[in-house]
């Protein structure tokens, strides 16, 4: 169960979060030269996220610690961003992760053909698990959140491991390996996705998405929050692909930082952007929290996030 203590203090605005962290470098290209580009989060709380002035891979500064992070997600982060306590996913999630993992399977179809061996690294609540195996491909899942995990076994009788130590590595590799929405939430993302590149099979692809923090429409502080220690754009999403021995695959489309990627054997180039961190730091220009929050700004993007969420809770339960 989640204290509410937790709770109150990740909702309190204009105070830090309750961790201590540590300095790191780039996990992408091993700079420790950064450029300062938000000072709060969408919560108006602080938190100082930085870009590498090499490669411009977006990091929380200082970097949440593995033992804080991990009792962030065991205690606090289901709760905190989902509302979900005790009792496994609430309703709204799986209405969400039903129509993602629908969309995801629509584009992943080609590959998708029976017999396909499928890895899901990250796999929350299953959906796109059974969608794949709903096309006859063999699928498990990895997923360290307990209830998430248990859910997906109980409802759609999936295999999931606690991490990528214990998966059975298919013969001869996956055809197809997942991570939607993952990279982002983890102190070593390039590092995972060379991992993950290393179980494909030949010829086998790697889909990842993670959130565009070069997307219009909303305000640079609220593309932060303390779930996500990393932080991407295309090109960076590009460049930790490109680490991992894969480029993108041509016969795929791709929306931003959504992309289904290919080996190649290319030697990698060097793994810079110079310039990228000046242009994310102009774009990304933090403004006054109490300013913003005085002006009302943020009533209607608050109003519109709950009223969808509120539409997934009514709404019928995935069967």
């Excluded at 204290?3 to 309190?12: C, F, G, Q, Y």
């Excluded at 080609?110 to 006859?136: T, Y």
């Excluded at 498990?140 to 959140?145: I, K, R, Y």
């Amino acid at each position: 169960m989640v204290s509410p203590a937790i709770l109150i203090r990740s909702l309190v605005p204009f105070t830090p979060y309750p961790y201590v962290g540590e300095s790191t470098d780039c996990n992408l290209c091993g700079s420790g030269e950064s450029v300062l580009v938000a000072a709060s989060d969408r919560r108006l709380k602080r938190l100082r996220s930085v870009a590498c002035a090499c490669c411009g891979l977006i990091r929380t500064d200082p970097m949440p610690t593995a033992a804080e992070l991990a009792a962030y997600y065991a205690g606090g982060y289901r709760a905190d961003y989902q509302f979900a306590f005790a009792g496994g996913p609430p309703r709204h999630h799986l209405r969400r992760a039903e129509r993602e993992a629908g969309r995801r399977a629509a584009l992943l179809a080609p590959v998708l053909a029976p017999g396909a061996r499928v890895l899901d690294f990250g796999c929350g609540s299953g959906e796109f698990l059974a969608a794949a195996r709903a096309r006859g491909c063999e699928a498990v899942g990895v997923e360290p959140g307990r209830d998430y995990a248990d859910h997906a076994r109980r409802q759609h009788g999936v295999a999931v491991f606690d991490d990528l130590d214990h998966p059975p590595v298919a013969a001869g590799g996956f055809d197809l390996v997942t991570a939607h929405h993952v990279l982002e939430h983890l102190r070593d993302p390039a590092d995972a996705m060379a991992r993950l590149a290393g179980l494909l099979a030949p010829g086998g692809l790697l889909h990842a998405a993670v959130p565009d923090m070069a997307a219009t429409g909303k305000p640079a502080h609220e593309r932060f929050h303390f779930a996500h220690v990393h932080g991407f754009v295309r090109e960076t999403l590009d460049l930790a692909a490109r680490r991992a021995g894969l480029v993108p695959h041509a016969g795929y489309a791709r929306e931003g930082t959504a992309a289904v990627y290919r080996r190649t054997d290319a030697p990698c180039p060097v793994l810079a952007n110079p310039g990228l961190a000046g242009r994310l730091a102009e774009a990304l220009r933090p403004v006054d929290p109490a300013a913003w929050l005085v002006s009302g700004a943020w009533l209607a993007p608050a109003v519109h996030r709950n009223a969808r969420a509120i539409r997934d809770m009514v709404a019928p339960r995935p069967s």
